[in-house]
């Protein structure tokens, strides 16, 4: 399904983004790995490899300036080609609207919005010039296309998410604009929101105990076991399929948007929620 084609994913040293990594792979494709930390992103790189495939890893910050760049011109040169962009990486940072501090705001604005944004310019020339190329020829064209990550805190809001809600929300105007201007090369852009995936964003805090240093502060991940006990409660009712989505079934989500038998479905919000908010 993807031999031959090249994916850059961000965030892919663990969770969804790890699981979609190893997936793509394992359907031909070869994946350029980022994470912020090099022993991540290459574990990821390592196990495709591992398995028969191909895979380079490329630590560094997506909010970084500069580096959307590095990481297409790595994909381009060690690859040779890009075809597909998945804008993954990311964390939360939450708390009440009215006790979000800017510093906080901000911080989830760029690593949710404005980096994808930037990936998705730095991704420009190399998919539109290659698609413009092969247009120009009369050939087949090719499979490339954007997926960015969204949730349903975008869609619906979520209490303590104001931040984060309002950058998944960003990104689906994003998502469908950048479908309407690159639609006319066949490039194609989507979005995949998750409601409720098991990952070390969901978990208890105070069980896993798991941060990220975000400018010398340490932002802590996961929700409080209060509230995670509540949600846990009523799973039945607020998930129609009961439980939370696996790593693997979500980035099952990204690799069925991204394929070429998604050819003709751009500008599109794939829910995989397991049915929550229908
Ligand atoms: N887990 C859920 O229920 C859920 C729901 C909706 C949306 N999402 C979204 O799915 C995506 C993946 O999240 P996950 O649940 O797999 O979390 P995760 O913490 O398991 O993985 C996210 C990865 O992104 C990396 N990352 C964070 N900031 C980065 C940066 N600035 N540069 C490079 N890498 C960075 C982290 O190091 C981490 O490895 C995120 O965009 C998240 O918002 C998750």
Redesign the pocket.
């Known amino acids: 399904m993807f031999n031959n084609q090249v994916v850059v994913i ?10 979609a990594a190893r997936l793509f792979a394992d359907y031909g494709a070869a994946v350029v790995v ?4 090099n022993a ?1 992103a290459e574990e990821t790189a390592r196990a495709i490899r591992a398995r028969g495939g191909q895979a380079v890893a490329l630590a ?5 300036p500069g580096f959307p760049e590095r990481l297409m011109q790595t994909a381009v040169d060690r690859c040779g080609r890009l075809n597909v962009l998945v ?6 940072w939450d708390g009440m609207a009215h006790k979000i501090a800017d510093p906080q705001w901000q911080a989830i604005l ?3 919005l404005s ?1 994808p944004f930037r990936m998705i310019r730095a991704a420009a020339p190399h998919l539109r010039e290659a698609a413009a190329a092969e247009m120009e020829s009369g050939a087949g064209m090719s499979n490339r296309c954007v997926v960015n ?5 975008g869609l619906h809001g979520n209490i303590g998410q104001a931040n ?1 809600a309002a950058a ?1 929300m960003g990104i689906v105007g994003l998502t469908k604009t950048i479908a309407r201007e690159w639609g006319p090369l066949a490039i194609r852009c989507n979005a995949v ?10 978990r208890a805090q105070e069980v896993q105990e ?1 941060s ?1 240093e975000i400018d010398g502060r340490e932002v802590v ?1 996961g929700i409080p076991q209060k509230v995670r006990s509540m949600l846990d409660k009523d799973i039945q009712l607020r998930i129609p399929l009961g439980r ?2 696996s ?1 693997d079934e ?1 980035a099952a989500g990204i690799v069925l948007i991204a394929s070429p038998l998604a050819s003709y479905i751009t500008g599109h919000v794939l829910e995989v929620t397991g049915g929550m908010g229908i």
């Open positions: 961000t965030g892919a040293g663990r969770g969804i983004g790890a699981a980022n994470d912020l930390e991540m560094g910050d997506v909010t970084e804008n993954n990486a990311g964390y939360t760029d690593v949710h980096a990550v969204s949730s349903t805190s984060y998944k929101a998750f409601g409720f995936v098991d990952t070390r964003l969901t798991e990220i991940l939370p989505a790593e979500a």
